[in-house]
């Protein structure tokens, strides 16, 4: 399905082939973050880009590279999704700053600060304690704001998100996260922090994964009933789509993505099921469908479905 103008989806974590490509031709979806690596260090993440780059190759037709705005609008007036390549957490940094322009110069242009524990760059959303952002933390976010690395804070703890928030030159990202008052979880975000963001000219892109939507049994119309009054609260410029689906991977890779190796006997795990109206990429006509449905103008709604995400590309990623 092709659209007058283009869509963008913030986040996607899957284990990728060609349908998922093809449900994304299917969606209309003309650009895409794709999650490259969470607890890989750097020489795993490597194989995670070499795979990548054959899947580009193998795929062509449906898919190209990006490594910013420019890209998802070649894409989508060719009929194909662009990939913008992201790591969920600093791992693959390790603990060298000089990794972050190293991962920029190989395409990766997102990079989430922690992933569900506190790393060396901060804290994450379940820590009982957020302690913050660290001093190496503060270092990779210079460097990723040097060379052009939009920061997400997506699992991010709320006091280490609103310190990045304050530290970065320019404005961040929460990728995949909804307003706190929707669903109350600690993986979605307070008003303070939203406010936060929004107000240093960052971008959320409200999430559909089931476990902060409320579930599966949330409607179509509940969900964009909320994306119109969070566009209300802070400025409809500053909302996005950052699905997070997660297809193709089976329950012992949930285990090992929620844990990486930090338990040595995690417990087990099962990946929720989906809300019948969004289960894949070729969903994102309902989503249009159902904002437009919640009120929103075909020009409101073409700037939360893409038009946010392609600004705020542009004044992070792309070069002035």
Known sequence: MSTPFPV?????INNWDRTMLEQLRDGGVSGVHATVAVWEDARRTLDRLIRWQQLFRANAD???PATGAADIRAAHE???TAVLLGFQNTAPLEDDPGLVE???RLGVRIVQLTYNVQNMAGGSCYDPEDGGLTAYGRVLLEEMNRVGILVDCSHVGDRTTRE?????AGPIAITHANPRWFCDSPRNKPDSVIEALTQRGGVIG?????????????EL???CAMVVKLAEQVGLQHVAVGSDLACGWSDEDLVRLRHGKLKLDPPAARWPEWQPWFRSAADFPRLQEGL?????SDAETAAVLGGNWLQLYSDVLDPS
């Open 78 to 80: 060719e009929g194909r």
């Open 164 to 168: 990045a928030i304050d530290a970065s």
């Open 221 to 223: 119309a509940s969900f």
């Open 62 to 64: 449906l898919v190209r």
């Open 206 to 218: 409200v999430t559909l994964y089931p476990h902060f939507i409320g579930g599966p049994q949330t």
């Open 102 to 104: 190293v991962f920029h």
């Open 292 to 296: 437009a449905a919640a009120g929103l």
């Open 8 to 12: 963008i989806d913030g986040i996607e």
